[in-house]
């Protein structure tokens, strides 16, 4: 059986005077070397993709991370300066993608900036910058330094008991690598939060009514899957999901 094929929905960048589709190789290597499935890069457009007709050509849908962030309108929130960078375009393109595989029950794993397209998409809310909320630790990913200790693996997570991602990572404390500085704020009533940091900041979700897979997870799991025990397990996991999905398909 050839490989099953997941979406990653693109972000939009601008490089030499025009525009590109893109993905970041740490999401399109774990899916490869560790979910062990193939992966299509769907174009981002605020008005022209046909969503069923990408989601029948695939087994899974990987929501990765960016450096932009959700819309403040599509949660009801007057948008600020410091509310940006945003891409309208991947809005566009990744709220119906979540929203129809999930009607679908095709597998879905959701990171960073995609947990919040999660949360949004069924209509949860988002906070900015989080760090100035009294008691809130700054998760924003530290300034001067190189990518790797950036995305370290240094602060916990508690993972709930009978939570989804339970079934793999365990259950109590797990060390992430968590960076950002928006997090969901009221979470969406189709979602189950499966754990937190230790400043109560919402770190995994789940979707209740889900006919499978169907995680979020606000740390980056891509960026040492192929080292790291969790990080690998979450991908793994995901991969098998896929598997499945595709196997009952054929």
């Given at each position: 059986?050839?490989?099953?094929?997941?979406?990653?929905?693109?972000?939009?960048?601008?490089?030499?005077?025009?525009?590109?589709?893109?993905?970041?190789?740490?999401?399109?290597?774990?899916?490869?070397?560790?979910?062990?499935?193939?992966?299509?890069?769907?174009?981002?457009?605020?008005?022209?993709?046909?969503?069923?007709?990408?989601?029948?050509?695939?087994?899974?849908l990987l929501?990765?991370?960016?450096?932009?962030?959700?819309?403040?309108?599509l949660y009801g929130q007057e948008a600020r300066d410091s509310d940006g960078p945003f891409d309208p375009a991947r809005d566009a393109t990744t709220m119906p993608l979540i929203k129809r595989a999930l009607d679908r029950g095709i597998p879905l794993l959701a990171?960073?900036?995609?947990?919040?397209?999660?949360?949004?998409?069924?209509?949860?809310?988002?906070?900015?910058?989080?760090?100035?909320?009294?008691?809130?630790?700054?998760?924003r990913k530290p300034a001067d330094v190189d990518r790797d200790t950036a995305f370290a693996v240094r602060q916990n997570v508690i993972v709930a008991k009978g939570s989804c991602i339970a079934r793999y990572l365990g259950t109590g404390e797990v060390m992430v690598n968590s960076l950002h500085r928006q997090a969901i704020s009221k979470t969406a009533p189709r979602?189950?939060?499966?754990?937190?940091?230790?400043?109560?900041?919402?770190?995994?979700v789940s979707v209740i009514d889900a006919k499978g897979f169907a995680i979020g997870v606000q740390w980056?799991?891509?960026?040492?899957?192929?080292?790291?025990?969790?990080?690998?397990?979450?991908?793994e996991a995901f991969g098998n999901a896929v598997r499945a999905y595709a196997g009952d398909r054929s």
């Amino acid at each position: 059986m050839p490989k099953p094929i997941i979406a990653i929905p693109a972000d939009i960048r601008e490089f030499d005077g025009t525009t590109w589709h893109a993905a970041q190789n740490q999401y399109v290597r774990a899916a490869l070397k560790v979910a062990d499935v193939m992966s299509f890069i769907i174009p981002a457009f605020e008005a022209g993709n046909d969503t069923d007709a990408i989601l029948d050509r695939v087994d899974g849908l990987l929501v990765s991370g960016s450096a932009t962030n959700v819309h403040p309108s599509l949660y009801g929130q007057e948008a600020r300066d410091s509310d940006g960078p945003f891409d309208p375009a991947r809005d566009a393109t990744t709220m119906p993608l979540i929203k129809r595989a999930l009607d679908r029950g095709i597998p879905l794993l959701a990171i960073c900036r995609g947990i919040q397209e999660l949360n949004v998409a069924l209509g949860g809310t988002l906070a900015s910058e989080i760090q100035e909320q009294p008691g809130v630790w700054d998760h924003r990913k530290p300034a001067d330094v190189d990518r790797d200790t950036a995305f370290a693996v240094r602060q916990n997570v508690i993972v709930a008991k009978g939570s989804c991602i339970a079934r793999y990572l365990g259950t109590g404390e797990v060390m992430v690598n968590s960076l950002h500085r928006q997090a969901i704020s009221k979470t969406a009533p189709r979602l189950q939060v499966e754990a937190v940091a230790e400043d109560g900041t919402i770190e995994a979700v789940s979707v209740i009514d889900a006919k499978g897979f169907a995680i979020g997870v606000q740390w980056h799991p891509e960026y040492w899957a192929e080292t790291d025990a969790p990080s690998r397990a979450l991908f793994e996991a995901f991969g098998n999901a896929v598997r499945a999905y595709a196997g009952d398909r054929s």
